[in-house]
Structures are given as C-alpha cells and as structure tokens.
C-alpha cells in the first residue's frame, strides 16, 4: 500500500536500516540519527505557574540503611531558607507499585484532566527488535542506561567495556522471575525494550560500541576537563597548564590560539552532554510508564554538564513525578594517575627538564588541583540526577560488579513531598532547597539541592506542539512524500508492520553553518487502537549537517527509510507526526490500517 503524504516524512538513517546505506555519506558527522520510545512529554514538565515542586527524599541511618516509617510531621522544606507547607506526601516502599502522590491530608486525588498521555507499551527500534507480546507485570523494571557517547579517551573505552562484562555477569546472576531489563544508550544504538530472555540481554549488552560525538581531536589533547576550566571558568592556571602540554604534543603553544581551541573543544562536549541529558530523559519518561518498581541505572564514565543544571533539574522534575529511581554507577572507579610533570611520554631525562620550566610550581600545582576536581566536574550530573531522586551514587570504587549490584536496586523506601512555590517567579532563577527532619539528627537526607522557577522555553512548547499533534487527527500539508506500508507474518498472533517513506530533501529548507546544509527532523508514528488508545509508537531524530556534494547527491535521489512495528492482527489508525527545525514547520497525517 502506497499513498501520498501531504507533508515531510522523514524515518531513519543507514545506522538503523541497512538499505539506506547506497544513499547516505559515510561521514558520521554528516548525518546523526537516534531513536527512542515515544511518549508525551508535556504531562512530566515542571514550571514554576503550574503551582507544585515534587522532591523526592531518600533518608539513610548511620549505616546506609533507609529508614521506613515517617510522617508528613518528621519533614520540614527550606526554599531559599523561607519554611514552605508540605502539599502533598507519600512514603512509597520498595515493590509498591502505586507511584500515585497523595495531598497530606488526604482526599482521594483528583483524576487527571487535559491532554496528557500516561507511557503506553512501546516498541523499541533496535534493527528489527519489537515488542514482546503482554505478559504478567513483573515487580521490577531495571533500564541498564550505557553512556557510550562521553567514554572517548583512551583508559575510558575500557572502562565501559569492564562495564559491559560486569553487566552480563549480573544479568546471569539476578534475572530472576518478576523481574524485566531494557538496553538503552545516549546514542539510541544498540536498544531493547523491557524483556525476561537473558540471551537478548546479553546479546544486545554486548553489541554496545563507543559512539564519540566528533571524531577529530584538537593538536593539544586539551580533555573536557580543561575545555571547561578555559572556556566557562576562565581559569588562568588551567590554561597554563594547556599551554604547556601544548608544546610537548608540538602545537601551537599560543594563549589564544589555546582559548580558541578550549571553546571548540567545550563547544563539543556541551552538545554531547546535551544530547545524554536528553537521551536520559526519555528512557526516564519511558520507564514511568511501567507497572512496578522503575530503576533506572545511569552507568557513566562521567561527562562534564556544567552550565545544562536547567537540564539536570528537568529530569528530576520527571524522575520524581513518574516514580523513577535513577541510580548512577561511575565507571571509571579509582585510579591513580601520575604525578605533576610526569604525565607525557617524552624519555625520562627530557621529563627532567619539566622542573627548570617558568612557572613550574604554578603549573604543577594546576595539574594537581586538576586529578582531585576534574572527578567532581565530570560526575556531577551523575550525582545530581541520583540525588534528587532518591537514588544511590557508586563511585570511588573499582568493583564494578558490587557496583551494578547496588545500583541495580530502588532504596527500600523513599518519600516524595510536594509544596507551592508561593511568591516564585518564573524568571529561570535558581532557588535552593532543603529538607530536614525534625527528629534524627544521625540520621542522613538526600533530596535534590533547588529547582528552577523557569518560564516555558522553546524546547517546552515544541514538545508540546509534536504531542499535540500526535494526538490530534488534523493534516497539516508541507513538502510531499510518499508512504507505504508492509505487512509481514512471522507468526500465527503477530504481523510485522514496515512504514517506509520516501523524500525528496531538496524541498526542505536547511540552515547554512560552517559551510554546510544544516536541519534537524523528528518524526513520530503512532499505532492507535479503536478506542484511541496508543499500541505502540516510535520517535527519531535526523541531525543533518551536509557537505555540499552530499547535499547534491541527495537531493537528487531522495531518501527512503523505513520503521519496523510488531503488532496483532486487528483495524488501526496509523498517525504519523514530522517536524523541521528551520523553520518549526510540521506534517501530519492518519491513515485506517487493517492487519489481517
């Protein structure tokens, strides 16, 4: 079946569909696609006028114990050192499954009103990979969430590749009855949805690859450590320090020409972690939509977020109001490294020479500010995330395997408190928060550290305009492609469903930057039952950054993708939703689908 769609629908690239390849630069830079379960945002989103923060509280004894039993009474909230009235309260052991707030004192909450959508079952687009058929809810979901995007240099690889050992380890060991496991990535490559077969989990952990961000380096080494101390702290000491490790790699040792390169390099790193923020932040709106324990466990080499704190707040926005645990598990242990002046691999006699250099003491004393700050720096995000929601930070600690133990787990009890921002406007200020006891002074309190009282952004409102329209039934009209759909039969119960599109780029706006044709499309198909309801539903993204004669190349050709879904047989509404980015143009359309 083929039919023409009166707007731009745009899949996937060759990373994910093979066919694609004949098409599609080699060049990973030119093209970037990811790929993730789609769910509405809109209904996770905090803002300061909506009238409620969410904290989620986990309190620990002296021996690392959580502590059950506590009441509304036992806490007190500091917003800005002003008390604020606890709205709502809830203890919530570990197996409950009702992640539901209640007010403090306590009616019955109101029922939800408005658009939003709870996370429905979803297929994850991994190479084919679908959704198992319903089974009985399992007591547990464990998401293992791989940042194979921040682990470029060097010890780093390996440490993920440890990582991955001691996961398999752990999947042989502890997947038990009542218990399913999803593989995600920052990437959004290798995926695969929540499942009980261990030889999946196996297989899929095992196929995690490094996906650097840029593969180029710059001539100094300069790591994000340093970019960040040059480019957003303006550190003078730091940017000695690269001077100098600039002339050992036989670079320019220009102070300027130093800053250029250090904004280039935290240029690259911010977007990468923009990019695993975001990632963690759908598997995070994913995952809230499962019946059961929701465990998301961050593993990380670590990746520098400073300045994306607005970020890193949303997600706990999300975390805390889903009910999702995100417990994070630094991978790179504890390592020594050498000591200052020591760290290049020049023949002993020249790292002699290192101590007759001007400034010496200076430089050297940088470089050993750096090996204690650079680990704050890089897992700060990774203690945030797990902070603020209730989670553990695993760290410091070589045993990898007791770490995704540890991590791999929701405290056995945690609290959430809520309170009205009364007197807050939403200005993107950054307000503090504290949560204490009223009684246990040895006892410890981890909730998250402030919120941001911030206005709905940009990104908020085109959020809300592709879940709008996915719910919608409109057709909005843009450039033409043509649609068509598969249907296969691999089994008595299921079909397999391909939505291949085919586009012709060339009636697409782009930006011009560095040179190249620049656009980012985002898509979402949605299987809708009779009732409305969604059956199962994907998103991607389409990063384009292209050459002039790729650009050439393919808008003469166009660009076919395709979208795999494993549904039952039965009458749909097949809803496809794009959206461009240049100029915030969307397309739209919904199609009767009977699988027979």
């Not at 020479?353 to 990774?382: F, G, S």
Request: proline share 7%; aromatic share 8%.
């Amino acid at each position: 079946m083929a039919r023409s769609f009166h707007g731009t629908v745009v899949l996937w690239a060759a990373a994910l569909f093979p066919p694609l390849a004949a098409q599609q630069p080699a060049v990973s830079d030119e093209i970037r696609v990811s790929s993730q379960p789609y769910v509405a945002q809109a209904s996770y989103t905090f803002r300061a006028d909506a009238r409620i923060v969410e904290i989620g509280v986990a309190v620990r004894d002296r021996h690392g114990r959580a502590v059950p039993g506590l009441k509304s009474d036992d806490f007190r909230i500091y917003d800005d050192g002003q008390e604020r009235e606890i709205a709502a309260f809830s203890e919530n052991p570990s197996g409950s499954a009702d992640s539901a707030i209640k007010p403090a004192t306590a009616p019955p909450p109101a029922a939800p009103t408005g658009g939003a959508v709870a996370a429905p079952p979803v297929a994850v687009p991994m190479r084919g990979a679908v959704a198992a058929p319903a089974v009985a809810s399992p007591t547990r979901f464990l998401a293992l969430f791989f940042d194979d995007k921040n682990a470029t240099y060097g010890e780093e690889t390996a440490d993920l590749k440890r990582t991955q050992a001691a996961a398999g380890r752990y999947v042989k060991a502890s997947l038990k009855p009542g218990i399913q496991m999803g593989i995600f990535t920052a990437s959004g490559t290798p995926l695969l949805d929540f499942t009980a077969d261990a030889q999946k989990l196996l297989e899929t952990i095992d196929a995690v690859k490094i996906h650097p961000q840029f593969s180029e380096k710059v001539c100094s080494g300069m790591n994000p450590y340093q970019a960040y101390r040059i480019a957003v702290q303006q550190d003078r000491e730091t940017l000695r320090l690269a001077v100098v490790a600039a002339g050992q790699h036989r670079c320019s040792a220009n102070p300027e020409f130093i800053k250029l390169e250090a904004d280039e390099v935290w240029s690259r790193v911010k977007q990468s972690s923009l990019e695993t923020l975001a990632a963690i932040s759908r598997v995070v709106n994913y995952l809230g939509g499962k019946p059961g324990e929701r465990v998301l466990l961050l593993a990380s080499t670590g990746f520098a977020a400073g300045t994306l704190e607005p970020q890193q707040d949303r997600i706990i926005d999300q975390a805390v109001h889903a009910g999702v645990v995100i417990n994070s598990l630094v991978t790179k242990g504890l390592y020594d490294e050498l000591p200052p002046g020591e760290r290049f691999d020049d023949p002993a006699p020249q790292r002699a020479v290192y101590t007759a250099l001007p400034r010496y003491q200076a430089w050297a004393k940088a470089e050993a500010a750096e090996v204690a700050e650079r680990p704050i720096v890089m897992d700060e995000a990774m203690g945030n995330l797990a902070e603020g929601t209730g989670g553990v930070l695993f760290h410091n600690n070589n045993d990898l395997n007791a770490g995704i133990r540890e991590t791999s787990v929701p405290p056995q009890v945690t609290y959430r408190l809520s309170f009205n921002p009364q007197g807050v406007v939403s200005d993107g200020s950054y307000h503090k928060l504290q949560v204490k006891l009223v009684h246990g002074a040895s006892y410890s309190v981890e909730a998250r550290p402030g919120y941001f009282a911030r206005d709905e952004t940009p990104e908020d409102q085109q959020q809300a305009s592709l879940d709008k329209e996915v719910m919608g039934s409109d057709a909005l009209t843009g450039v033409p492609a043509t649609l068509a759909l598969q249907v296969e039969k691999p089994s008595e119960t299921h079909r397999t469903v391909r939505v291949i599109a085919h586009v012709d780029i060339s009636k697409l706006e782009f930006a011009k930057q560095n040179g190249r044709q620049s656009q980012r499309l985002t898509i979402v198909a949605a299987f809708f039952d009779p009732q409305g309801k969604i059956v199962t539903a994907k998103e991607g993204r389409m990063d384009l950054a292209l050459k002039p004669e790729t650009y050439s190349r393919l808008a003469g050709t166009g660009v076919n993708a395709e979208l795999t879904f494993l549904v039952s047989p039965g009458v749909y509404k097949l809803r496809a939703v794009v959206e461009e980015a240049v100029t915030g143009r969307m397309a739209s359309s919904t199609y009767p689908v009977e699988v027979r």
